[in-house]
């Protein structure tokens, strides 16, 4: 029985995942900075387990708790819509900790048992935003982008050692991480001049059409965690689908 640990299960697309490999028989590790087994209950295949992503510390003592596993999933992000005249520094810097250094401190945390073993999966959650830049989400694309690169240097770096490295790159949807556990207030990032355009922006977020749903995020994890072969990107949701065969 295979072990999985996924990052950031408090909510929507991480939630879904790990519900989804405990349907599926694995055992698994759900993370998060506030441990909730109101949402996630745990039982003998489901351990919930308190990681902060941005803290060695806290990322030491989640590995140890939960012993050795065959597949990280690193998802856990948070989002950043917004003017990027507007975007103090500081929360860009905060951005990058959780969205690619924490993403970075997972993945070098986990690889030496994993080369140890000559085996093991990694899968990190980017965005279609990776495939088609969108307006207002400049310092979110760039955190997310980073990733995108890193994951293909790392999947070369690792083959060797019988460790693959994948990327899920969710469309837009309910829980996009555009509009939802944003770290600043959407109002703070967009100026007056801006004002305009950002509601016009936001209003074609808010169209229902060609979502992505939870579900389909967590399928592509699977899929993605369960293929051994050499393909590295899963686009998760319908327009997501659309945008990699468009790029």
């Known amino acids: 029985m295979k072990t999985v640990l996924i990052t950031g299960c408090s909510s929507g697309y991480g939630l879904e995942t790990a519900r989804h490999f405990h349907a599926q028989g694995w055992n698994v590790i759900a993370t998060m900075r506030t441990p909730r087994e109101d949402i996630l209950p745990a039982s003998e295949r489901m351990q919930v387990v308190a990681l902060d992503v941005t803290k060695p510390e806290s990322i030491l003592a989640a590995l140890q708790a939960s012993g050795p596993v065959d597949v990280l999933v690193n998802n856990a992000g948070i989002g950043m819509f917004g003017a990027f005249e507007a975007t103090p520094m500081s929360v860009v810097r905060n951005l990058f900790e959780t969205n690619t250094f924490g993403v970075m401190a997972m ?113 592509a994890v699977w899929r993605a965690a369960n293929d051994a072969s050499s393909r590295l990107r899963y686009p998760a949701g319908p327009d997501a689908v659309a945008l990699a065969l468009a790029s």
């Open 107 to 219: 993945t070098q945390a986990v690889l030496p048992q994993f080369r140890a073993r000559r085996s093991g999966m990694i899968v990190n959650v980017t965005s279609s935003a990776t495939l088609a830049p969108m307006p207002l989400v400049a310092a979110y694309t760039a955190s997310k982008t980073a990733i995108e690169g890193f994951t293909g240097s790392l999947a070369h770096e690792l083959e060797g050692f019988g460790i693959r490295v994948k990327l899920v790159e969710p469309g837009y949807g309910p829980t996009t991480r555009f509009t939802q556990n944003v770290q600043t207030p959407i109002e703070n990032t967009i100026p007056e001049a801006y004002a305009p355009y950002a509601q016009t922006i936001l209003s074609a977020f808010g169209r229902p059409a060609a979502t992505t749903t939870e579900s389909e995020v967590a399928d």
